[in-house]
């Protein structure tokens, strides 16, 4: 597998992150100023960590970070990190119970994509079901003012996928960070402050 010795690929070995997409989400938050000290964050897609250890240094001591992957995490990670090797959206009872037990959470972040066949229309659908899956549990574990970043791959449904984001927030942004690669089909949709906590929608309705 070719590897990409880039500048950020050399920054992040210099920073002590696992990988150079650390930057992509440090520009995010520079621009958007998400993560501050003591916010609880859900993130999804985290292996081999550098989101993950990001998120834990923005948020301090005080704060939490609980992610996942279907891969390990490479490398050490402060105590605020709980970490589970898992499929999140197989609904599995240890992801499932620390959610609830932990949150609700203040921002979800999902960097997540398909293992890439190839084909666009292929890998453009997988990562469409990703992030539409990431925005559901965006709904069911963020306060209610909370925020989400949800990478997808562009295509054809990326517009309609972002009217369902607009329906759940009040503002959406579409961000293409300077550190992706120029090839690169991806981009990151920003939820900013989610109308209506799951509780909430919970309570109306009973």
Not at 126 to 148: F, N, T
């Given at each position: 597998m070719k590897k990409y010795r880039d500048h950020y690929f050399k920054q992040a070995k210099k920073d002590n992150y696992p990988a150079r997409s650390v930057y992509k989400l440090k520009e995010i938050d520079k621009k958007l100023r998400l993560l501050r000290p003591g916010?609880?964050?859900?993130?999804?897609g985290a292996a081999p960590g550098s989101w993950t250890l990001f998120a834990a240094q923005k948020t301090g001591p005080q704060g939490l970070v609980l992610s996942a992957d279907l891969n390990p995490l490479s490398g050490d990670f402060p105590p605020q990190v709980t970490f589970f090797q898992a499929d999140v959206f197989a609904r599995?009872?240890?992801?499932?119970?620390?959610?609830?037990?932990?949150?609700?959470?203040?921002?979800l972040l999902s960097d997540m994509a398909p293992k890439t066949t190839g084909n666009k229309f292929t890998d453009q659908a997988?990562?469409?079901?990703?992030?539409?899956?990431?925005?559901?549990?965006?709904?069911?574990?963020?306060?209610?003012?909370?925020?989400?970043?949800?990478?997808?791959?562009?295509?054809?449904?990326v517009q309609s996928f972002t009217q369902d984001m607009r329906r759940v927030f009040t503002t959406v942004k579409?961000?293409?960070?300077?550190?992706?690669?120029?090839?690169?089909?991806?981009?990151?949709?920003?939820?900013?402050?989610?109308?209506?906590?799951?509780?909430?929608?919970?309570?109306?309705?009973q």
């Open positions: 916010l609880k964050v859900v993130d999804l599995g009872e240890a992801f499932s119970q620390a959610l609830e037990d932990l949150g609700p959470f203040d921002i997988r990562s469409m079901d990703l992030a539409v899956e990431a925005l559901a549990l965006a709904e069911q574990c963020l306060v209610q003012g909370g925020h989400c970043v949800i990478k997808i791959f562009m295509g054809p449904d579409n961000i293409k960070p300077q550190s992706s690669r120029a090839e690169s089909k991806e981009v990151f949709l920003a939820g900013m402050g989610l109308k209506q906590a799951a509780q909430a929608r919970d309570t109306q309705e």
